[in-house]
């Protein structure tokens, strides 16, 4: 559980920074943008063997999620569910959870699949960083 607090917290200081680094204004388009550009990053990193894993993430603005979820090998149902709930996200709005209900994600971020060695979260978040970061110095 410390490691999801640090994550948590890392997650926050960095979409703060974000947010305060002004693209659009800091509006809640921009940052529904970057929140999409990250739930998707992490999908598509998340390993795949029958899907479960990539399947699994969830977006709520309600609270942590607990529904079952169905295969996505390639991670789209997974992405267009999470848009559902993105799209009602404002500024000022609910905090938004994203949650794996997958039992061995926590095994997955730690490296056990050939295909992420590094996890998930972390390069994604890296990734959407820079992303966005040079967006806002193009502006």
Same mark, same amino acid.
């Given at each position: 559980m *410390?490691?999801? *607090? !640090?994550? /948590? @917290? /890392? $997650?926050?200081? @960095?979409?703060? &920074?974000?947010?305060?680094?002004? #693209?659009?204004?800091? #509006?809640?388009? @921009?940052? &529904?943008?970057? $929140?999409?550009? $990250?739930?998707? /990053?992490?999908?598509? !990193?998340?390993?795949? *063997? %029958?899907? &479960?894993? &990539?399947? %699994?993430? $969830?977006?709520?603005?309600? #609270?942590?999620p607990r529904q079952w979820t169905p295969l996505d090998t390639d991670g789209t149902a997974t992405v267009r569910r999470a848009l559902v709930t993105l799209a009602r996200v404002d500024a000022v709005g609910p905090p938004i959870s994203l949650y794996s209900n997958c039992p061995y994600m926590g095994r997955l971020e730690n490296g056990h699949s050939k295909q992420a060695p590094n996890g998930m979260l972390a390069g994604a978040i890296v990734a959407v960083s820079a992303l966005h970061a040079r967006q806002v110095r193009a502006a």
């Open positions: *410390k490691g999801a *607090k !640090r994550f /948590e @917290w /890392e $997650l926050r200081q @960095w979409f703060e &920074r974000t947010v305060a680094a002004g #693209g659009n204004g800091g #509006g809640a388009q @921009w940052m &529904r943008q970057v $929140l999409i550009d $990250l739930v998707t /990053e992490i999908v598509q !990193r998340t390993p795949v *063997k %029958s899907g &479960r894993a &990539r399947g %699994s993430w $969830l977006v709520s603005d309600q #609270g942590t």
